[in-house]
């Protein structure tokens, strides 16, 4: 995620991060200042034609759509928006329910219980270490070092989040088993245990169920042959000017949709996704002070 300080305003009018819509639209943007210069050289200096009234009922038709295509992209950009706060929220409780065991856990444990509390310091931060992991799709390993006998070796061919959850839900079993722990213990345990595969789930679920593709592909077909027929409609108002003001129209809704496509996953690492690596860090420290 880009770190920025959203009071000062100018800086990002001059800075181009790597991400920059601008930068990425380049391509696109020079060949459609072709087109729109083609267009009007044709009807205003080879063909010479004069605005007549089928131009001034493409130019209602576009203004129209303006509004359509206005009305479509703020529902695309909002429930685009609305997933990536909701990744959000669900690393934020995953910090909170971390914390907050491992807060329980240091209360319970006899202070001469090493074992289990190095256990609990290592398996607690490698559920988000793994987590991040494997919402973004890569071969997820183990992250720690010093490994304890009852950790041992993560099969990266199954679920990895729900193999460390297993072994925390596990240990806590046993504890209760052994009478280390007492029945109304493991009850004020269970709510951050159950968090774990909750939290887990929900953040599958935003990462598996992207925005419909017929909505999505139906917005892109629009925003195309609404740019390309802007030149018929204005360039007997503005002239040659008609080349930057399409350009910039076509930008304005490209850029939304490339911003709204980036944060529907929130989870994918790129510049604007959230920083699951940093708060699964952040996780590991925090655990490690409360044990």
Known sequence: MLSYD???????????????????????????????WLIAFLELEYWKLSEDNRISNLTVIHTLLGFVISLLMVFRTNSAYDRWWEG????????????????KLNSMLEPTDEASRVFFKQTIPLFASTLATHL??????????????????????????????SLIFGRVHRM??????????????????QSLADICGACERIKNT?????????????????????????????????????????????????IAEEIEDP???????LPTRKIAESIERHVAELL
């Open 136 to 165: 973004r799709s890569e071969d997820t390993r183990m992250a720690l070092d010093e490994r304890l006998p009852e950790i041992g070796e993560l099969d990266p061919a199954r679920h990895v989040p729900n193999q460390v959850a």
């Open 88 to 103: 959000r929220r669900l690393w934020g409780s995953l910090v909170n329910n971390s914390r907050n065991l491992a807060l």
């Open 267 to 273: 989870f994918d690492g790129d510049t604007n996704d």
């Open 176 to 193: 209760y088993t052994e009478n280390r722990i007492r029945d109304g213990q493991l009850l004020a345990l269970n709510p951050e245990l």
């Open 210 to 258: 992207p925005i419909p593709y017929s909505y999505s592909s139906f917005l892109r077909k629009f925003i195309f042959f609404y740019v390309m027929t802007l030149p018929f409609g204005y360039v007997f108002a503005l002239g040659y000017w008609m080349i930057p003001v399409q350009v910039f129209v076509f930008y304005v809704l490209a850029s939304l949709e490339l």
């Open 6 to 36: 959203p009071k000062t305003w100018f800086t990002f009018i001059f800075r181009v991060p790597k991400s920059d819509t601008a930068r990425r639209l380049a391509p696109l943007m020079v060949g459609l200042a072709a087109y729109a």
